[in-house]
């Protein structure tokens, strides 16, 4: 049959249609209660349309605060591990030394071990230390687990880097620095902002190892979580619409001028 035959030709598109419907379909739901007048303390249940929380998305105590800290927190953590990532990636890849093959095992170990593992271990490392739970032990325990994916993203990009074309340039009097600068930097740029925004979604994201380290600070997931033993305001569906509809924006823009940059070099 037309229809059988059909379906075999595009096995793996539908498949992959569907698989994508059925990971977007979270964020719908969360965009469409963006727009609901709830009765009771619970958004679970449409009741009526109403832009009330779009206009005043900061109307529930300490939310626009949690939120500002969880993206203070995901910023410098995605400075931080990006540039110490970058660094650790190049060196592995580059230069031979003892140990390497250690510490190239040593790096996958923050995204292989759970999540409450780790989140105690910090913890038991900061009571040691005598350090006051709050900002920075989350932040420091924020860039411990985002520096493993910034060294994945980076270390995949480097690898791949054609060495002729750095020694190219110290062939046309290019120094280090302008070496770096003008010719390995931008071939590395594309894994280097892979890194970057996959650390700052986990920074942004993340719950338990956060909910450990943080002693009286609260986070934007924290307060999600503690909101929804309570009753679940809709500037929560609010707040998570703008930044579902922010990183597809981000993603869209990267794909355009990707995909313009490539047409350049096609004349």
């Not at 909101?227 to 703008?242: F, H, L």
């Amino acid at each position: 049959m037309p229809v059988l035959r059909m379906l075999r030709r595009n096995l793996v598109v539908i498949a992959g249609l569907l698989t994508l419907a059925y990971m977007i379909l979270p964020n719908i739901v969360v965009m469409v209660f963006s727009f609901n007048r709830p009765v009771g303390r619970f958004n679970y249940a449409w009741q009526e349309f109403s832009l009330d929380a779009w206009k005043d998305p900061c109307g529930v105590a300490d939310l626009c605060g949690s939120l500002s800290l969880s993206l203070r927190i995901a910023v410098w953590a995605t400075v931080g591990a990006t540039v110490l990532g970058t660094m650790i990636a190049f060196a592995l890849v580059r230069y031979r030394f003892r140990a390497r093959g250690a510490i190239n095992s040593l790096i996958f170990l923050p995204m292989a071990m759970p999540e409450v593992v780790m989140a105690a271990s910090l913890l038991t490392l900061f009571l040691n230390m005598g350090a006051e739970l709050g900002f920075w032990t989350v932040l420091i325990a924020h860039v411990m687990f985002c520096l493993s994916f910034v060294v994945t993203a980076v270390k995949a990009r480097v690898m791949s880097m054609d060495p002729r074309l750095e020694e190219a340039a110290r062939d046309l009097y290019a120094g280090p620095v302008q070496t770096f600068v003008r010719v390995t930097l931008p071939i590395a740029a594309p894994g280097i902002a892979a890194g970057a925004l996959l650390a700052f979604a986990l920074s942004f994201d993340d719950f338990i190892i956060t909910n450990f380290n943080a002693g009286s600070t609260v986070t934007f997931p924290m307060f999600v979580w503690g909101s929804a033993q309570r009753g679940t305001p809709v500037q929560i569906n609010v707040i998570g619409t703008a930044m579902f509809v922010i990183a597809v924006a981000v993603v869209l823009v990267g794909q355009l001028i990707a995909n313009r940059r490539r047409s350049n070099a096609g004349k």
